[in-house]
């Protein structure tokens, strides 16, 4: 504690006011009745491939709501209302459609009828689509139609050493974010049908773990069998990108026997390897950098380092409007300057895959008490471990509030307090409080409730003639960007292709510090 205090200390006010944020929110569109929208990406909305703020994730179906960079969690989350309030008004125009609020998806049609993105008929619009149907091919749609929160964070100052560390110590801690902020305990039925699982029934129309906090975060969630025998290590830039290279290179039998094209011609992946591309490793964290039109993700960090680390384990709160609220996002914050200050050993490969069991054991059963996880090597009560992280948070929010000259670090990390003290208040326990208290086990209308009054909540905001005008011109924007593209592409997609996934494309194989 003393040396995670005096490396706190060393952190001048500047420093710290230079860390800046953004959150990535992805929605399903739904009916009101708690079905599938169906229906292409409303045009009002602007072009999906070029739109700075609005665009879709795995489906069609899928809204991904992109914040800029800011310098607070309030103005962040004052930008993510914004581009609420505007996605609200205009599925509202249109019909009946709303976002969908939990991670775990509302009632999906027949695996092959979930669509797929559409990003037009440019070379980088057709790549887009053709490694979504990758992506079908290999986990099925289903999975891939689960949402959640990202949330992008640096600090100035730091180098590719100090973000691995920060990247290894957030992977070995990840177990109390999923404990206290996972809410995705259940999920509907008609998810895991003809899907061999460990749940239980919730009533007659949902599926459960009693104890439960993120079924996303778990085998059911974004999890791959094929991608269970990557191990990543974290120790440097050089190790991270030479196993992702590794995987993103060597074809993998499985998918070779899936082939590129069909015999008729049409594409059925990227590339035959084990991850047509970067964005296809799942993991709770990435190391990021902002890349250049047309350059790999690698290809950028290997050139120029890591420019912030991208968030990927949080869960969407059906409690909250936005997805995430303000304290848990200050508690982010938090967590990753204590990931960033205290000791973070090299890992090996025997704490990977008791991190990977960590991680799926919280997922499943992070309620349970006395449940057991391994930390640094000794078995360890999760509760005890997520106690001592948020005791040690408190120099942290201290530190914080000063520089705001305010206390809202203070109340967050209460909140998380009031949290460990009470866990009937996680919202996993709520969630499932919820469904089978108030909806007999009906984990649809639950969702369906909390979805329409969130949208009747968003529709009430008032909203500037200014904001308005402002989205609509990103929209007019981004739709001549995409026919910009269009018409001046001129190289055969094949060859696109084949130059995009070509291993000459991922960079030089060095370490930057």
Same mark, same amino acid.
């Given at each position: 504690?003393?040396?995670?205090? %005096? ?7 500047? =420093? ?7 959150? $990535? ?11 599938? #929208? ?44 914004? !581009? ?41 619009? &057709? ?18 139609? !689960? ?35 996972? *809410?995705?305990? *259940? ?7 003809? =899907? ?34 990557? @191990? ?8 991270? *990108?030479?196993?992702? %290279? ?9 998918? %070779? *026997? ?18 047509? !591309? ?10 990021? =950098?902002? !890349? ?14 890591? $420019? ?17 609220? +303000?304290?848990?996002? &200050? ?18 490969? $025997? ?64 909140? @998380? ?38 949208? #009747?909540?968003?529709? +009430?905001? %008032? ?9 609509? &011109? ?22 696109? &292709? ?14 930057? =510090?």
């Amino acid at each position: 504690m003393s040396t995670l205090r %005096e490396r706190l200390a060393a952190l001048t006010p500047d =420093r710290l006011r230079g860390m800046r944020c953004g959150i $990535e929110k992805e929605s399903l569109r739904s009916h009101a009745d708690g079905t599938l #929208a169906l229906t292409p990406h409303p045009a009002p909305l602007g072009s999906a491939l070029t739109h700075p703020h609005i665009t879709t994730d795995f489906s069609e179906s899928q809204l991904e709501l992109v914040t800029g960079v800011h310098a607070s969690v309030d103005a962040a989350l004052a930008e993510l209302t914004q !581009i609420h309030q505007v996605v609200y008004r205009q599925l509202a125009a249109l019909g009946d459609e709303m976002l969908w609020v939990s991670s775990m998806p509302c009632g999906l049609p027949v695996d092959e009828t979930i669509p797929l993105g559409r990003y037009g008929s440019s070379n980088v619009g &057709r790549a887009k689509s053709v490694y979504r149907m990758g992506l079908a091919h290999r986990y099925g749609r289903r999975m891939q139609t !689960i949402s959640g929160i990202h949330y992008n964070w640096s600090l100035p100052g730091l180098g590719n050493d100090e973000y691995f560390g920060l990247i290894r110590n957030f992977r070995r801690h990840a177990v109390a974010l999923l404990y206290l902020f996972g *809410a995705s305990p *259940a999920v509907c039925s008609r998810f895991v049908a003809e =899907r061999e699982h460990e749940l239980q029934p919730l009533g007659r129309h949902a599926m459960h773990l009693p104890y439960a906090t993120s079924l996303r975060m778990g085998r059911l969630g974004y999890q791959s069998d094929a991608q269970a025998s990557l @191990a990543v290590s974290y120790n440097c830039l050089g190790s991270y *990108a030479a196993s992702l %290279e590794q995987a993103l290179t060597q074809p993998y039998p499985p998918y %070779e *026997a899936i082939g590129v094209q069909s015999p008729g011609g049409e594409y059925n992946q990227l590339s035959n390897t084990l991850l047509q !591309i970067e964005n296809e490793f799942y993991g709770t964290i990435r190391p990021k =950098r902002v !890349i250049r039109p047309g350059e790999r993700p690698l290809h950028a960090l290997r050139e120029r380092g890591v $420019e912030y680390v991208e968030v990927r384990l949080m869960d969407l709160n059906p409690f909250e409007a936005a997805g995430i609220g +303000a304290d848990t996002v &200050r508690f982010l914050d938090m967590f990753l300057l204590y990931c960033l200050l205290s000791d973070s050993p090299l890992d090996t490969p $025997e704490e990977i895959n008791d991190l990977k069991t960590n991680q799926h054991l919280t997922a499943t059963h992070g309620r349970e008490p006395g449940l057991k996880l391994m930390r640094h090597g000794q078995p360890t009560l999760l509760a005890d471990w997520v106690a001592d992280i948020v005791a040690a948070l408190a120099p942290v929010a201290a530190q914080m509030d000063a520089v705001d000259d305010g206390d809202a670090y203070a109340r967050a990390l209460a909140a @998380a307090q009031t949290l460990l003290a009470d866990p009937a208040q996680l919202p996993s326990a709520r969630v499932l409080q919820a469904v089978r208290g108030d909806y007999e086990g009906n984990f649809v209308a639950f969702v369906r409730d909390r979805s329409l009054h969130n949208r #009747a909540d968003f529709l +009430a905001l %008032e909203m500037t003639l200014k904001t308005q005008a402002h989205f609509n &011109r990103l929209a007019d924007q981004s739709m001549a960007d995409q026919q910009r593209i269009e018409s001046t592409d001129s190289m055969p997609f094949e060859v696109y &292709r084949r130059e995009y996934v070509s291993p000459d494309r991922l960079g030089m194989a060095r370490c930057v =510090r």
